[in-house]
């Protein structure tokens, strides 16, 4: 579900009025227009307040028009890099640019060995001397914000009858602090390591207040991350990514994505018999032509009504029914009602069939390795407008898929067309997130996938990494993605296609059949795999919610005064990421209360006690309340997805992020009874290592920044 999305408008024609309030101090003369001077195209950008041009910012390369491999630096030992965050004007993009190097580049690092990553920020905040910090072209990416002061929802949190006590999220700016996270990898969660909740690399001219500095941290804008990779690291691929709560989801559309590749002695072996491997980072951006009008997807049900796809439409909705109508009425909702699951969809959003799971408008296009990959309104576009990549007669490659989009689901197909006949390939699976496939003892293994009638979800920062053989000469190989089920409460994912391979050129050699040759000079993960028997001595149940703001405003009583239509969006939604039980003898205050993650949220839900011991290992019941999928993801460990029970070790892999099913649909549409939520249990070991805060949370970004986040502290006592 969209949270808050305005549609994209054109700065020059937006009558720009102040909303009462707001906070911060809104200039007299209308000085908003000035501060999103930015956000117009204009090039080059002059300090509107003191007139003194700041220090330049660094210069995004141009974007890609055709499929192209990514380059890659480090040679899979101790590898070092110095990005600045740079800002492209022109197309309105961030990055990580680095001098002499290619812009975000595959970072290659050694199992046992050490990355390190320095960062200069060289964003300037767009409202000089307001001392607001603020950054408008972040902060109106996709039409979202229009740079104008956030509407805040005055509330307090309070007993409420039957329901639990609902508190909506904190409005957030963005201000162009970044951070790096280093998705998936096994490092510590120290400071100047992978911690994202206190680091903030400031923007170059900043003049607000700054926090303590990490020790790494040279200046407020410059910061050098250290990684060390332990010996037992699986290797694979994983992704840096910034991850600064509130704009998280508008830093990675922007741009700020990369690859990592672990290496162990398997790849320098695949090296040398002549297999290479392939990066194909898939990112998202909204999709403007198709937030507008009816005719934007024709896949979308054509009944669809979605509720929050023009916050302002919303707004303006909402101002006529306040103006002729009674308050929401709570009496419908009885004391049987799970407060959890989310009513306001089933009467909104899924009012249009039980049945349907396509979701609703299809809001994010998706972009391969930076170029955008084309679409059509029906069926897939023709060859000769897709992507292309050229492989040698009997090339094989290890395709090394990562879902880098903030917000998108994807699920890789192979499909040959030879003669006419079109054939669905098995997805022969190398590894996911990272961790390749081993049977119980460690031994490598491929996992054969039937995507012919199921799809291999691939959710947003999830990873992928499958064989791939280069099509006969004369015959055509689509990647495709197929389309994911959002549930009836969520966004569209349709079918794509990503990528048309081809052959040409010299032959090589094809190698064995079975691609065992792949495996062989392979690492056994038994090293790892050891830490991960231990049988769970915690159990914990959380639960995935979400509620929109009207729906907040109706049933709970605790509002600080009458809420105006100018300080109370009706269109914006808060997610909500919740422990509801646990056996661990901790009193959690915060299990009474259903809060969305704010970034100030001090105290941690979760406490993981080691109790001197070397490790710990929990099992966490995962819920969903909502009627849209989402994708759960824990930092610093990888979990065993054991939802079904089973001996198989390929039945039970090794994740650091999952899909979560959405709740079906269940009774008639606004009868107020509970549905059943999504499920799925995972195993997970904390060790020593991990001794320090760090985060869980949705991965569907726009819900992670709204709230769908929580915070565990591993403790050694
Ligand atoms: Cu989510």
């Known amino acids: 579900m969209l949270s808050r999305r305005i549609l994209a408008a054109s700065a020059a024609v937006l009558v720009v009025t102040p909303l009462a309030g707001s906070t911060g101090e809104v200039p007299a003369d209308g000085i908003w227009g000035r501060i999103c001077s930015f956000a117009t195209g204009q090039a080059g950008w002059t300090d509107a307040w003191s007139g003194v041009p700041p220090a330049p910012v660094a210069k995004c390369a141009a974007a890609p028009t055709n499929y192209h491999t990514l380059s890659s630096i480090g040679d899979g030992k101790d590898t070092h890099v110095n990005f600045k965050i740079g800002y492209d004007p022109d197309t309105d993009r961030l990055c990580f640019a680095a001098t002499g190097l290619p ?10 060995h050490t990355l390190s990553i320095r960062i200069a920020n060289t964003l300037h905040d767009t409202d000089q001397g307001a001392a607001r910090n603020f950054n408008c072209p972040i902060d109106s990416f996709g039409g979202e914000g229009l740079c104008l002061p956030k509407p805040v929802f005055p509330e307090a949190p309070g007993p409420d009858g039957t329901f639990y006590p609902l508190e909506a999220n904190e409005a957030h700016t963005a201000d162009g602090t970044s951070n790096l996270h280093v998705h998936g990898l096994f490092v510590s969660p120290q400071p100047c390591s992978d911690e994202v909740l206190s680091t903030a690399i400031y923007p170059a001219n900043w003049r607000g207040k700054i926090a303590p500095l990490q020790p790494c941290q040279a200046a407020p804008n410059t910061l050098t991350y250290t990684y060390k990779l332990p010996a037992d690291h699986p290797a694979g691929v994983y992704w840096y990514h910034t991850h600064r709560h509130g704009q998280a989801e508008h830093q990675t559309q922007m741009g700020l994505v990369g690859a990592i590749v672990v290496e162990d002695q398997g790849d320098a072996w695949r090296s040398s018999i002549g297999v290479s491997d392939e990066v194909l980072l898939v990112t998202d951006t909204p999709n403007t032509a198709c937030l507008v009008g009816p005719n934007c997807d024709v896949r979308v ?28 009425s709570i009496a419908g909702l009885g004391p049987t009602l799970d407060p959890r699951i989310d009513q306001v969809d089933q009467a909104g959003e899924c009012a249009y069939g039980a049945s349907n799971s396509n979701g609703g408008v299809e809001l994010w296009t998706l972009l391969l390795n930076g170029a955008p990959v084309p679409e059509s309104q029906s069926g897939f576009p023709p060859d000769g407008e897709l992507l292309t990549k050229t492989m040698q007669p009997g090339q094989r490659q290890i395709f090394r898929l990562v879902n880098a989009s903030a917000n998108s689901f994807v699920a890789p197909k192979l499909v040959l ?34 995507v012919s009638h199921t799809p291999f979800i691939v959710p947003p920062a999830s990873r992928v990494e499958f064989v791939v053989h280069a099509p006969p000469v004369g015959a055509t190989l689509y990647l495709q993605s197929d389309q994911v089920a959002p549930g009836c409460g969520g966004n569209a994912y349709p079918a794509r296609r990503l990528l048309m391979l081809t052959s040409a050129g010299t032959p090589v050699d094809p190698g064995v059949a079975d691609d065992s040759d792949l495996l062989e000079n392979t690492p056994s993960l ?8 231990a049988t769970a001595s915690v159990h914990r149940t959380f639960v995935f919610s979400e509620y929109g703001r009207q729906f907040t405003y109706g049933v709970t009583k605790w ?15 808060d997610f909500f990421l919740t422990e509801v039980a646990s056996d661990d003898g901790e009193v959690n205050p915060k299990r009474t209360v259903v809060t969305p993650f704010n970034g100030h949220n001090a105290a941690p839900q979760v406490i993981v006690h080691l109790h001197g011991q070397q490790s710990v290992t929990e099992e966490w019941l995962v819920e969903n309340s909502t009627l849209e999928i989402h994708a759960f993801h824990m930092h610093q460990v990888h979990f065993r997805d054991v939802t079904v029970p089973s001996t198989n070790p390929d039945l039970q892999p090794l994740l650091d992020v999952i899909n979560l099913p959405a709740a079906p649909l269940v009774g008639d549409i606004g009868s107020g009874q509970p549905g059943a939520p999504g499920w799925v249990k995972l195993r997970m070991t904390f060790t020593t290592a991990d001794i320090g805060e760090f985060v869980f949370h949705c991965h569907i970004l726009e819900h992670e920044d709204n709230g769908m986040m929580g915070k565990i502290q591993v403790v050694a006592d």
Do not use: C, M, W
């Open 103 to 112: 812009e975000a580049p595959v970072l290659r690092v050694g199992v046992g």
């Open 301 to 328: 049900h054509p009944t669809s009504t979605r509720r929050q796809d023009n916050a302002q439409a919303a707004r303006e909705a909402a101002a006529r029914a306040a103006a002729t109508a009674a308050p929401v």
């Open 417 to 450: 067309v030879q003669n006419g006949v079109q054939t669905v390939q098995k997805l022969e699976v190398f590894a996911r997130d990272g961790v390749g496939l081993a049977d119980a003892q460690g031994n490598r293994h491929f996992g054969y996938f039937d």
């Open 526 to 533: 038994q090293p790892y795999l050891s830490t991960l028997g």
């Open 559 to 573: 509002l600080k005064g009458t809420p105006t239509i100018s300080d109370y969006d009706p269109g914006q939604t």
